[in-house]
């Protein structure tokens, strides 16, 4: 683990360090455009990866400055390799502190992480089918998810929100069992609970993954449930960003 400076992270950070959170120090190697919203970083972890084993949508906070206080965010590992300590992480590009970080960051820069809270393992026995809705924020972790299952794996039905019309060309990794539901963001952000509800089946022995903004997140883990007849161990729902509030 690195000795990384966690002055100025306030109670949040005090509060993971308590809990025996670990900190490390990233290093920028690589920058690269994926769309015009949508931008990749490759870093070396500082030894994340010699002491940690990748599992599928694994996550890191970020610490980014901000008016003299140092705010976290939470983003996916993207193709994490242990044999180098390497993995890009991926920015959905908008008006928020991360984002501008990103868009300014370059080779060389480094950036304070915490690992702490991820945790997934793909259920045993694997499940009949898979329910996931998500958008450009969650794109890593499904991706991950899709990587984990493999070509032979159950197949998935996914709901993808997007807001700009250069999301729909970003690296979504499906296989060819898989089923892929583009939804256009709309004002209200009611157009994916709508779709999900409309689609609804038996799907008792499926798991369902969603990770979306928190109002559609609650949403559509409830239909998963009530809809589609998930039980609730068989859904793994976590919010991404709040509406209104620049989470990246």
């Avoid at 455009?33 to 949508?57: E, I, N, Q």
């Avoid at 702490?116 to 998810?145: H, Q, R, V």
């Avoid at 008792?204 to 993954?209: E, N, P, T």
């Amino acid at each position: 683990m690195s000795e990384v400076s966690t002055k100025g992270r306030g109670w949040q950070g005090a509060v993971m360090k308590i809990l025996g959170a670990d900190d490390f120090t990233f290093t920028v190697v690589a920058t690269e455009s994926v769309t015009d919203h949508y931008l990749r970083l490759r870093f070396r972890g500082g030894g994340l990866l010699a002491g940690t084993t990748p599992h599928p949508t694994m996550w890191v906070r970020l610490w980014f400055a901000d008016g003299g206080k140092m705010h976290q965010r939470g983003y996916t590992l993207v193709d994490p390799d242990p044999t180098t300590d390497t993995f890009d992480i991926e920015f959905a590009i908008h008006d928020g502190t991360a984002a501008r970080w990103a868009q300014d960051a370059q080779v060389g820069d480094t950036i304070g992480a915490t690992l702490m809270g991820s945790k997934f393992a793909i259920p045993e026995p694997a499940p009949a089918g898979w329910l996931i809705a998500g958008d450009t924020a969650s794109l890593p972790a499904i991706n991950s998810l899709l990587d984990s299952l493999g070509e032979s794996g159950a197949g998935a039905t996914i709901w993808f929100e997007y807001q700009h019309e250069s999301d729909k060309s970003l690296p979504l990794r499906v296989r060819d069992q898989d089923t892929v539901h583009w939804i256009a963001r709309g004002s209200d952000g009611a157009g994916l609970v709508e779709a999900v509800r409309s689609a609804a089946f038996d799907a008792a022995d499926h798991f369902g993954w969603v990770a979306l903004d928190s109002t559609n997140t609650r949403a559509v883990a409830g239909l998963f449930k009530s809809e589609f007849g998930l039980p609730k161990k068989s859904v793994k729902s976590q919010a991404y960003w709040i509406v209104g509030k620049s989470f990246a």
